[in-house]
């Protein structure tokens, strides 16, 4: 348990594989709160974050903050909450509670199969150049510094 856990907080989150063997991000649009659309695709050039939640998930309440703080103390990364499965009114309601910014939703939650989301929370990493480099699924006490080495790591121009 000791080993799972010093895995899940300090190797996974370093964990970004063989760029050449990255996986392009797919093509998805997500309905935002305020009426426009996020499309994955305009993210290009910049690390995103896809941190994939619902309301009703318990260690998404506890994560969610956390990536939260981190999203805007960080501002040269996008992060954007996707709620999954959800109505509209639960989306918004908890977005309000949560204090959370840049708030997008999958109401039929077709993310999870676009995005391989077997768990909540998911945050999927995708680098500036479309590609997905990671996948981290389950709560991390130690999101922010997961985040923190996924930025520093895949700003850096490939040589």
């Known amino acids: 348990m000791v080993a799972f856990a010093l895995w899940k907080v300090f190797v ?12 392009p991000v797919p093509h998805a649009v997500f309905a935002r709160l305020d009426g426009s659309a996020f499309r994955v695709a305009d993210a290009r050039g910049r690390v995103l974050f896809l941190d994939f939640y619902a309301s ?11 990536v939260e703080m981190w999203a805007r103390a960080h ?7 996707v709620d999954v499965a959800e109505p509209r009114i639960a989306v918004a309601a908890f977005a309000r509670a949560q204090d959370l910014g840049n708030v997008a939703f999958d109401p039929h939650g ?6 391989g989301v077997e768990g909540l929370p ?26 923190t080495n ?4 895949l700003a850096t121009p490939e040589r």
């Open 12 to 23: 996974a989150p370093r964990s970004f594989g063989n760029p050449a063997h990255a996986q």
């Open 122 to 147: 998911t945050i999927v990493v995708v680098d500036p150049q479309g590609r997905i480099r990671a996948k981290w699924q389950g709560l991390n006490p130690a999101i922010s510094l997961a985040m």
């Open 56 to 66: 009703w998930c318990t260690p998404c309440r506890i994560e969610m903050p956390l």
């Open 110 to 115: 077709d993310a999870q199969g676009i995005f």
């Open 75 to 81: 501002g040269a990364a996008l992060v954007v909450p």
């Open 150 to 153: 996924a930025e520093k790591t």
